[in-house]
């Protein structure tokens, strides 16, 4: 069983940076890769980024590249999403969520799921 909890959203005017931290709890955390995802009102939750259980390998969704970077501190059970140059367009709902493997861009391939932080970017 692993227990995730986001914090870090805000509220940050466009063009601005913000860091989201994931904390897990659980002994089989290191184990798991790690995503982020988003939602925003209206929509559905979407993919945003994911690290490998040893943190080598990361992957993006192409709206992200280049802005966000996603890292994970395997000894403190901690995952990061740098978020800079926010835009309008990336106000929504984050979620962190550990995956046992696939191709980590898919809700379905994530087993556990955080209660997600709001990010609001003012233009």
């Known amino acids: 069983q692993v227990q995730l909890v986001e914090s870090g959203g805000g509220l940050v005017q466009a063009g601005g940076s913000l860091r989201l931290s994931c904390a897990a709890s659980g002994r089989t955390f290191s184990v798991y890769a790690m995503g982020w995802f988003r939602q925003a009102p209206g929509k559905e939750r979407e993919f945003v980024a994911a690290i490998s259980w040893s943190g080598v390998r990361t992957y993006y969704a192409d709206s992200v590249k280049g802005r966000f970077t996603v890292s994970r501190d395997r000894a403190k059970n901690l995952v990061y999403l740098q978020l800079n140059s926010l835009k309008s367009d990336d106000t929504a709902v984050y979620y962190c969520?550990?995956?046992?493997?696939?191709?980590?861009?898919?809700?379905?391939?994530?087993?556990?799921w955080g209660q997600g932080t709001q990010v609001t970017v003012s233009s």
């Open positions: 969520a550990a995956s046992r493997g696939g191709s980590y861009v898919h809700t379905s391939e994530y087993d556990y």
